[in-house]
């Protein structure tokens, strides 16, 4: 996991898109190759510095709950090998950070589910006593598990911009009502059994995103990442306490770290000192083994 891939240069494919983080390159009409890079955003600006294995780590993890949530919903993987979809000489890109996957049509929100009163969540409560759009009872307290998780979709952003959080009428008004309602059904009930999984394993998952496609026969279809470090909020269980944010497996100490170090949050992100991208790439290290073992 030394060696960080900031960027992939595969040749035999054509890319159709880079993202913040994945690579995306057309296999065929029916399928794509995703390469998970170690590039880094936050605050939707990808940053200089790549945190090495954090791609692998992404893969591993979202490969996992794929399998693990497949009764649910049926999701994105093809099960073919990506080393044999490049040429022989590209295989070292792809090794360990890829995925096969249908071409689907995606829904134009992202699913966001929270389970527990923190971030923009919390600092919406503050000032409304509501999470976008949604009445909270009165008291509740910063970190505390919410009564019930909440469904809290956004629309996706362009590279650089940002994510922007609807209520679910503005949802039913993109996707449709029948559709918003299977989206939202779909999204707590991968979150509720995500979560109560993870609680074994000694992480609390305090809000997830989601995104979904579409196949040809309109089959809803769990695509993208699924509660990976970089989707998700981890928190470990043996230091979470009502009433103050608790150190996380996620991406959020390099927030953090890029918060005090007086950055504008606009582009271009500062370089990263070497003991803060070793300390996030364990970050993400820990959180795979203490969910997968």
Request: charge should be neutral.
């Amino acid at each position: 996991m030394t060696d960080a891939l900031f960027e992939t240069s595969i040749k035999s494919l054509p890319l159709i898109h880079k993202g913040k983080v994945r690579d995306i390159y057309a296999v065929d009409d029916r399928c794509m190759l995703i390469v998970a890079t170690d590039r880094l955003s936050a605050f939707d600006v990808v940053l200089p510095s790549p945190i090495p294995g954090k791609g692998k780590v992404l893969t591993a993890v979202a490969d996992f709950w794929f399998a693990k949530l497949a009764h649910i919903l049926p999701n994105q993987l093809t099960g073919i090998v990506p080393e044999t979809v490049v040429a022989p000489d590209e295989r070292n890109q792809v090794n360990g950070r890829a995925v096969v996957v249908k071409r689907l049509k995606a829904l134009p929100v992202e699913a966001i589910v929270r389970g527990y009163l923190v971030g923009s969540g919390w600092a919406d409560y503050q000032k409304t006593g509501a999470v976008c759009g949604i009445r909270l009872p009165a008291g509740l307290k910063q970190a505390e598990k919410l009564p019930e998780p909440l469904f809290t979709p956004s629309t996706k952003a362009a590279l650089g911009a940002h994510d922007e959080n609807i209520d679910f009428g503005q949802c039913e008004k993109l996707l449709g009502a029948a559709l918003a309602g299977q989206v939202r059904n779909a999204a707590i009930a991968l979150y509720k059994e995500a979560a109560d999984y993870a609680l074994t394993r000694g992480i609390i998952i305090a809000d997830t995103k989601f995104e979904f496609g579409l196949d040809a026969a309109g089959t809803l279809t769990l695509i993208d990442e699924v509660l990976t470090p970089d989707s998700s909020r981890f928190w470990p269980v043996d230091q979470y306490q009502v009433g103050s944010n608790p150190p996380s497996f996620d991406k959020q100490y390099v927030r953090d770290w890029l918060t005090d170090s007086g950055w504008n949050k606009q582009a271009p992100g500062p370089e990263l000192p070497a003991e803060v991208a070793a300390r996030t790439a364990e970050k993400y290290r820990e959180a795979l083994l203490r969910l997968i073992g």
